[in-house]
C-alpha cells in the first residue's frame, strides 16, 4: 500500500502549554529536566507493574521493546536478569508506573524475600510463560505466585502473556492459550481460588501484539478510563471520525480508544504513523543547531492511504497524542475537526485536574465542562453530555 504523507513540525523546544497535564497529576512530567528525585510521586510510592516467569522467558526483551525502544533482533544479545532490576518510565512517558523485572530463579520462600511488601504495592502482575518451551513447570510458579501474591493483595490485576507464539501456526496458539488457560484455571479451582482471575494474552516483540497487551495491561490501572472513553466517543461522533486512539507517544500503547472494536490491522497503522512522525521530525523538525523537541505541542501530521483512508494525529499532551482514522470526504471538515479537538484537548485537562482536585467520581465531567460544547457535524452546537 503506498503511502503519502505531509508532516506539519514547527521546530522550538517544548514549552508547557496552557491545557497539558501540570505535574500533580500524577502522569509524567512536564519539565523535561526534572528529575525523578523532584516528582511529586516518591518512587516507592507508584503503582508497580511486575513482570515475573522462568528464566529466558522473555521478561527483560519485553521490557526493553515496549518502554526503551530496542529492536527485537537487539533483545538477542540481552543477559539473563539475575537480580530484580527497577525500571522508573515516567520521565519519559505518560504511564506513571515502575516496571520491576524479577529473575526467573526467585524464591518465594527464601527468607529475605519480602514479598508482603513487593506485592502491597502492586498494581499488575505480568507472568510470561514461553510458548515454545514446555510450559508444566512455568504453570507451577504461575501458580504459586498468584496465589501468593492474591493472598496478600486481592485487588492486583493478574495478566498471564503467552509470549513468543511468532513462531507457531494459528492453530498452535489457539490451541497452546486454551491448554494453558485450562490448566492454570483447573490449578486455581483445586485451591479453592475462583475468585483470582487471570487474563490471557498471546504477545510475541515482533509483532504489535506485545504493545496491544500491554495496553490492555495499563488500561485496567487507570481511573479514568471510562471517562477517557466517553470523551473519545464524543469526540469521533461529531468529528466524522470511524476510530481513534489516544497514544502514550514513547512506548506506543493506547492509553484509551473508543468502544468500537479495535482491529489489529488499524492499531498497527497507527503505530507506524507515530514512528513515521517521530523519524521525518527529528531529522526535519530540530533548529538547525539541533536543539529543540522532535515530538512538542506544535506536533500534527497527516497521512493519505491510497484507500481514501486519512490517518490523522495530533498532539494532546508532551507524552500523549490522538490519532483517528477517517474518510477523506470527512476529512473536508478539518476546521470542525480541529475544533472539536481543541473541546477534547481542554476536557482531558479537566477530567485529570478534576480527578486530583475534588476525588470526583470515575467517569463523571463536572457541569460546563468543555466537552459539552462540541459541535455536531452540521455545525450546531449539541449538548453532549
Known amino acids: 500500500m503506498s503511502i503519502q504523507y505531509e508532516v506539519e513540525q514547527l521546530a522550538g523546544s517544548y514549552g508547557v502549554a496552557e491545557d497539558s497535564f501540570p505535574k500533580h497529576f500524577g502522569y509524567g512530567e512536564e519539565e523535561e529536566d526534572a528529575d525523578l528525585e523532584d516528582s511529586s510521586v516518591p518512587a516507592d510510592s507508584k503503582p508497580r507493574i511486575l513482570l515475573m516467569g522462568l528464566r529466558r522467558s522473555g521478561k527483560s526483551s519485553i521490557q526493553k521493546v515496549v518502554f526503551h525502544k530496542m529492536s527485537p533482533n537487539e533483545t538477542l544479545f540481552l543477559e539473563s536478569t539475575n537480580k530484580i532490576y527497577k525500571d522508573d518510565i515516567s520521565s519519559s512517558s505518560f504511564v506513571n508506573f515502575q516496571i520491576w523485572d524479577f529473575p526467573g530463579q526467585v524464591d518465594f520462600f527464601d527468607p529475605t524475600f519480602d514479598y508482603e511488601m513487593i506485592f502491597r504495592g502492586t498494581g499488575a502482575l505480568i507472568f510470561v510463560i514461553d510458548a515454545q518451551d514446555d510450559y508444566v513447570e512455568a504453570l507451577g510458579r504461575l501458580h504459586l505466585t498468584v496465589s501468593r501474591a492474591y493472598r496478600v493483595n486481592p485487588e492486583i490485576n493478574f495478566e498471564v502473556f503467552i509470549h513468543k507464539v511468532d513462531g507457531l501456526s494459528d492453530d498452535h496458539k489457539i490451541e497452546t492459550q486454551r491448554d494453558i488457560h485450562q490448566r492454570a484455571n483447573d490449578d486455581l479451582a483445586d485451591a479453592s481460588l475462583e475468585k483470582l482471575h487471570l487474563s490471557f494474552y498471546l504477545t510475541s516483540i515482533y509483532d504489535h501484539s506485545i504493545f496491544e497487551a500491554f495496553s490492555k495491561v ?132 479537566e477530567v485529570f485536574e478534576v480527578g486530583v482536585s475534588t476525588q470526583r467520581p470515575v467517569g463523571t465531567l463536572p457541569l460546563g465542562s468543555p466537552c459539552n460544547k462540541a459541535v455536531a457535524l452540521n455545525g450546531t452546537p449539541r449538548n453532549t453530555v
Do not use: W
Open 218 to 349: 495499563v488500561q485496567k490501572l487507570i481511573p479514568q478510563l471510562p471517562t477517557l472513553e466517553n470523551l473519545l466517543n464524543i469526540f469521533i461522533s461529531n468529528s466524522g471520525i470511524e476510530k481513534a486512539f489516544l497514544f502514550d507517544v514513547v512506548s506506543k500503547i493506547y492509553i484509551a480508544t473508543d468502544s468500537s472494536p479495535v482491529d489489529m490491522q488499524s492499531y498497527e497503522l497507527c503505530c507506524d504513523m507515530i514512528d513515521v512522525v517521530i523519524d521525518v521530525s527529528c531529522i526535519y523538525g530540530l533548529r538547525e543547531d539541533g536543539s529543540g523537541s522532535a515530538y512538542d505541542k506544535e506536533s500534527m501530521a497527516i497521512i493519505k492511504l491510497n484507500n481514501t483512508t486519512v490517518l490523522y494525529l495530533k498532539e494532546v499532551t508532551k507524552f500523549l497524542a490522538l490519532v483517528c482514522i477517517l474518510r477523506e470526504e470527512s476529512f473536508e471538515r478539518k476546521g470542525l475537526i480541529d475544533y472539536n479537538f481543541h473541546c477534547f484537548r481542554k476536557a482531558i485537562h
